[in-house]
């Protein structure tokens, strides 16, 4: 019976198909050197074989000798087994069907060789010993393939969808084939090209199906990929903003972990050891730990998938399925793995800045802690020798003479000026220990009541006030802050009719830039960040004061997240402040009556 043109056509494209399977599986084979691939190799080369005879001889059957035949038939047998051997590298099968599949397939081809003569016309129907030889085969491929299909479809469920898609295209081609070999042995000489074309059309599609399970294509990969990439996405914005190391692993391992068909992941470092896991037990752990380190590159395994950073690795537990269809997915690691060094390194520096943070703060405290304690001291013999020096003047104040008294005047003098400063001390030692909640402070009404007090020891002096704001704020601090800074114009302005002005300027992200300036003789460019340290003075033998009024005032801005400094002014002294627009308050507009 003659083949018509579409059953050809379907063979010849069937061929193409198989031939570029046993290239594509060969070159697994050449790259992976595993078993899998190699049993691979063998189940897609037995077809070329098949290919290249059948090209030699051409579509008519009855061109073929007998021997050639047999042999053709014989590596047609092999194919079940080698593909349930392929199957078995990654499930370990029964001693049974072990059993089974070797004595089977070596039956069938002693039987195959034993055998007078095969028939090589289509429209000849078999009978007798030749089709219980037929029906055994049938058998023994379907009880082969069969369960090879069912499992691979089965096991594919939980895996990554890449991994799932070929191994369950691998399931369809194998039901495939066997559903081929079965319609062709059961089916008789009527509609023979009919049970051609279909059996025809069937080895087309599961030569393709086969092809795309071992080697899909790009679009293929990225059209099945587009789920886990864009989770994984997700997880690297995720580790993007992470500050710790706690923070990376939590945010990043319990996602990526089943987007590769594991059960959990880990995250080692260079020099610190694991550092952190999610899913694994501690002896997976010290295992992948260890696996890790006996590489500097991508490293597939039946128990994980090890990536190197620049930091250390990350490893993510696989299935046995993993290396075999699954090692393109180091790929969807890599693209993460840059985020993982950046947030890796970002998180190392958080926690050093950390670190530094809590030693300024610890040293801090234990500064402030000692100054106010050192400052409580010295009140103590300051008070009893205040005391000592009035009853010296009460009781012997006659006796000691002009000069006698001059010296305990001088005494008096300075035992004020050492109270005064141990004031000031606890004052600055309480500011950013001792806080209380903000309220709304006018400064126009402050600034008016500290006029008030000043121009009681400096009538001649005038203080002025402008664009006043409303700042939230601790009352207390911000009459300290505005006290030190007018008195310290009035007082160090070299001239009795000094002017202080208080002014305000609004920013436009909201912060505002207050100005204190006076008329006076100014502060030299080289001083004006000295001034802000604690005891100096421009000229502490007439100087009024401690020194440490504006290193109150600096403490008091910096509490506030604000920065003070003595600008540039073309007379006198210009201190300014700026402070955040949190601080700043809207001032109410009264609406008359």
């Known amino acids: 019976m003659k083949q018509t043109p579409l059953v050809l056509g379907l063979q010849y494209a069937e061929w193409v198909v198989f031939a570029a399977l046993a290239y594509v599986t060969l070159q697994l084979w050449r790259r992976h050197r595993s078993v899998a691939a190699a049993w691979a190799a063998a189940t897609f080369g037995t077809l070329l074989l098949v290919v290249v005879i059948a ?7 009855k061109h073929i000798p007998d021997l050639v035949v047999k042999v053709l038939i014989a590596i047609i047998v092999l194919f079940p087994y080698a593909l349930f051997r392929f199957a078995a590298t990654f499930v370990e099968p029964s001693t049974f069907w072990r059993r089974f599949a070797g004595i089977g397939v070596g039956a069938v081809l002693i039987w195959t060789f034993v055998l007078p003569k095969f028939p090589t016309d289509p ?8 089709l219980v030889y037929l029906l055994a085969l049938v058998v023994m491929w379907t ?3 069969l369960p090879v299909a069912i499992v691979l479809w089965l096991r594919g469920q939980g895996q990554p969808t890449l991994p799932r898609r070929r191994m369950r295209l691998l399931a369809l081609a194998t039901f495939g084939i066997n559903l081929s070999i079965v319609i062709s042995g059961a089916v008789g000489n009527a509609n023979r090209n009919v049970t051609q074309a279909v059996t025809e059309v069937i080895g087309l599609l ?34 993007s903003a992470a500050t710790t190391l706690s923070e990376v692993t939590s945010g990043l391992l319990p996602r990526i972990a089943p987007l590769f068909g594991g059960h959990g992941a880990a995250l080692i470092a260079k020099d610190h050891g694991v550092i952190g896991s999610h899913g694994l037990d501690p002896s997976e752990v010290a295992k992948i730990d260890a696996e890790a380190r006996k590489t500097t590159k991508d490293r597939v395994t039946s128990e994980a998938i090890m990536l190197p950073l ?21 790929d969807l690691l890599r693209s993460v793995g840059a985020f993982i060094d950046l947030a890796i390194d970002r998180s190392e520096l958080f926690e050093s800045e950390r670190q530094a943070r809590l030693e300024i703060e610890r040293a801090s405290e234990e500064l402030e802690s000692f ?22 003047m009460e009781d012997y104040g006659e006796k000691l003479g002009s000069d006698g008294r001059a010296y305990i005047d001088r005494m008096v003098s300075n035992a004020a000026y050492m109270d005064d400063l141990i004031a000031d001390l606890l004052e600055l030692s309480r500011i950013g220990r001792m806080q209380t909640e903000p309220s709304d402070v006018d400064v126009r009404e402050l600034v008016d009541d500290i006029a008030a007090s000043v121009h009681t020891t400096h009538p001649q002096a005038t203080i002025e006030i ?33 002017t202080v002005s208080v002014s305000s300027r609004s920013e436009p992200d909201g912060s505002i830039t207050l100005a204190v300036r006076d008329n006076g003789q100014g502060i030299p460019a080289d001083y004006r960040e000295r001034v802000f340290r604690v005891f100096e003075r421009l000229q502490p033998e007439e100087g009024e004061g401690t020194g440490i009024g504006l ?14 400094w003595v600008a540039d002014a073309p007379e006198g002294t210009d201190i300014e402040i700026a402070l955040p627009a949190n601080v700043v308050r809207a001032r109410k507009v009264e609406v008359p009556a």
């Open 143 to 145: 009880a082969l393939s």
């Open 206 to 239: 599961s030569a393709i199906a086969f092809y795309l399970a071992f080697a899909p294509p790009g679009p293929f990969r990225a059209w099945w990929r587009r789920k886990e990439e864009a989770s994984l996405q997700r997880a690297a914005v995720g580790v």
């Open 55 to 61: 090209a030699i001889y051409g579509p008519n059957p």
């Open 123 to 130: 429209a000849v129907r078999p009978r007798g010993i030749l």
């Open 551 to 564: 290193s109150i005032c600096r403490k008091i801005v910096d509490s506030l997240n604000g920065r003070i």
């Open 466 to 498: 402008k664009d006043a704001p409303m700042l939230a704020m601790n009352p207390v601090r911000a009459r300290q802050l505005f006290t030190n800074l007018i008195e310290n114009g009035v007082r160090h302005g070299g001239r009795s009719d000094v």
């Open 310 to 330: 620049r930091n250390g690795w990350l490893a993510v537990s696989a299935s046995v399925y993993t290396p075999f269809f699954g090692i393109e997915e180091v």
């Open 371 to 392: 100054l106010y304690s050192v400052s409580h001291d010295l009140k103590s013999p300051l008070v009893s020798l205040s005391g000592y020096i009035g009853y010296l």
